[in-house]
């Protein structure tokens, strides 16, 4: 084994009970160095600097974006909520377009169209239901059709039809 010098031990370099160098402090002072640049890091991206909450979160999502599977889920949640009278969800993703959280049209196919006293019931293959205001015949629909749901004046809707024509709807379910 090797045995320490007095030169060693005055200068912090004596061998420990294996007989290696400080072993114990190396491994501490090295351990603390590599630490030390952990929180300088952490401060150097550029949205770091960002004072108001919301527009740091929004800095940090346009730098990391969502995946897509997360921004598709986002787009049908707020298809799903479309024209219900319960305000949807809070916009929880800054960073996200307005038009995936708060759509202002959808598009769907007409699963099944009811006539009765109330008028017509136009049930959509996404599961909406809309009610048909206009009383008129106009605006033929049939099972199959492409329609568009959109919002309209005064926080109403319109169903557009196939052949274009336009009729005021309120969501039912």
């Given amino acids: 084994m090797n045995q320490a010098t007095d030169d060693d031990v005055r200068c912090g370099r004596g061998l420990d009970q294996e007989g290696t160098m ?3 402090r190396w491994w501490i002072v090295s351990m603390a160095a590599s630490m030390a640049w ?10 770091a600097a960002t004072l108001l909450p919301a527009e740091r979160l929004a800095c940090y999502d346009a730098a990391f974006p969502p995946t897509g599977d997360v921004q598709a889920a986002a ?3 707020a298809a799903r ?15 996200q377009p307005a038009a995936d959280v708060d759509p202002d049209r959808i598009e769907a196919r007409v699963a099944r169209v009811d006539h009765g006293p109330g008028g ?7 599961g909406q ?5 206009d009383g008129s015949s106009q605006g033929h629909l049939a099972e199959g059709d492409l329609i568009t749901v959109r919002k309209a004046a005064l926080g109403g809707y319109q169903l557009v039809t196939a052949a274009g024509v336009g009729l005021r709807v309120r969501r039912v379910h």
Avoid: D, I
């Fill in 75 to 77: 787009r049908e949640q």
């Fill in 81 to 95: 909520a479309f024209g219900q009278k319960e305000p949807g969800p809070a916009l929880r993703n800054p960073g």
């Fill in 22 to 24: 400080n072993s114990k």
């Fill in 120 to 126: 017509r019931l136009v049930e959509l293959a996404n």
């Fill in 129 to 133: 239901s809309w009610r048909v205001l």
């Fill in 38 to 47: 952990l929180p300088a890091a952490a401060a150097t991206h550029p949205c």
